[in-house]
């Protein structure tokens, strides 16, 4: 329990100091120092900068996917569930900065990077993009969606969330806007099934 508690202390102490220093910059040294721990400590729990950061990063990510799995399954219908895993994002988005700026800054790191990481946030990020497609593929069969690759189409919409708060992040981006709406809204124009009842209105 111990060992729990101290991990996730320096976790949070490493989404500090990457939120404000980036991947690159960021050293062993400070998240110790943000933890209140001797840098040895950290040996403990962790081989180096770089499974400290993944796991900062894959912490997130595993809270995000179960998070968005329990209100797509409580969603009653394709359009509600899409619009579920469009406002867990967003949530996370909103409430969490620190992570935002890291994910944010260093997504081209995790994707690009030639480090061990690479292979394991690929293989996350397609397991969030199939618990969409799932679903994608599910208003496909039931007419709700035209007939297109689920698993892109899925991606897409992430990648739209992500864009979207990037442009926030920048100010490119109105904050009065409401993103969840305007996502769900821009997204499901483009993929519904014109010949289908529209969802909400739209």
Known sequence: MLAEFRQAEILAAARRVFSKRGYEAATLDEIAAAAGLAKGTLYLYFDNKEAIFWEAVRE???GLRRRAREVMAQAPDVPARLRAAIAVRCELMRTDAEFMRIYLTEFGHLCAHPTRF???FRELYLEMAHDLAAVVEQGMREGALRPGPPLETALMLALM?????T????????????????????FWRGVRNHAAPAAGGS
Do not use: A, C, W, Y
């Open 161 to 165: 969330v992500r864009d979207v708060f």
């Open 60 to 62: 997130r990510l595993l």
């Open 118 to 120: 690479r292979k394991n």
């Open 167 to 186: 442009s926030r992040f920048l100010g490119l981006f109105e904050e009065q806007s409401d993103p969840e709406q305007f996502i769900f809204d821009l």
